[in-house]
C-alpha cells in the first residue's frame, strides 16, 4: 500500500497538538456527534490528530474531524492510497486489511482493526463484506468510519462492492484492542 500525505506523516505521525491557521473554508464534523460543521478560512485550530489521511482539530472548544480530501485547507498534500494489482486478478486479503488499518477513530490515536472494531471481513469473488462495532453504540461519528471503511477497501484492486455491517452483537470492550493499542494508549 502507498499513502502519500508528505507534510503529515512526516510532521503529526502520533498526537502532537500544533495551531493552525486555514487556508481555506472546510467542512468537518463534529465529534462525537458527527454533526456537520463549517469552519471558516483564517481560523486557527489545534490540530490533535493526523493519522490515516483524516485530520483531528479543535476549533472553538469543539472537537472537529477534517476528511483528507480537504487536507490542503490545513496547509497539506492530501492523503491517496493505493496498492498494486495483484498478478492474480483477484482481491488481497491483506490489502484489504492495509485498508482497514488506514481508517483511525477521530478521538483515540489508533486504527480500527486494533482497536478491535472489526469482527468479520468476508471477501467473495470482487465482493468484501464487513461486520464492524463501535466502541459506543450511539457514536455519531459511526456513519463516517463506515464510510471511511467503503471509500478504502473500495480502492483494493478488484474490488468492485463493499458491503459494511454496523453489529453491537457481541458489544465491543477494550479487551478486544491489540496487545499493541492498549500500549500505545496506556491501558497496560
Known amino acids: 500500500m502507498q499513502i502519500r500525505s508528505v507534510a503529515a506523516e512526516r510532521v503529526f505521525q502520533s498526537v502532537e497538538r500544533r495551531l493552525v491557521p486555514l487556508k481555506r473554508t472546510v467542512e468537518a464534523r463534529l465529534v462525537p456527534t458527527g454533526t456537520p460543521t463549517t469552519i471558516p478560512e483564517g481560523t486557527f485550530v489545534t ?3 493526523a493519522l ?5 482539530v479543535v476549533h472553538e472548544g ?3 474531524r477534517i476528511d483528507g480530501e480537504d487536507a490542503d485547507a490545513l496547509g497539506f498534500e492530501p492523503e491517496v492510497i493505493s496498492f ?4 492474480d486478478g483477484k482481491p488481497s486479503e491483506s490489502q484489504v486489511w492495509e485498508a482497514l488499518r488506514s481508517v483511525h477513530d477521530p478521538e483515540i490515536p489508533v486504527n480500527i482493526v486494533d482497536l478491535g472494531l472489526i469482527y468479520e471481513c468476508r471477501i467473495d469473488d470482487d465482493r468484501v463484506s464487513i461486520d464492524m462495532t463501535l466502541t459506543a453504540p450511539g457514536c455519531g461519528m459511526g456513519p463516517v468510519l463506515l464510510q471511511d471503511v467503503e471509500r ?3 480502492v483494493v484492486p478488484f474490488v468492485n462492492k463493499v458491503n459494511v455491517e454496523l453489529v453491537f452483537d457481541p458489544p465491543w ?6 496487545d499493541e493499542a492498549q500500549l500505545e494508549l496506556g491501558l497496560f
Open 47 to 49: 490540530l490533535t490528530q
Open 52 to 56: 490515516g489521511g483524516t485530520y483531528t
Open 62 to 64: 469543539n472537537m472537529a
Open 84 to 87: 498494486e494489482e495483484p498478478e
Open 152 to 154: 478504502r477497501v473500495g
Open 173 to 178: 470492550s477494550r479487551d478486544r484492542m491489540s
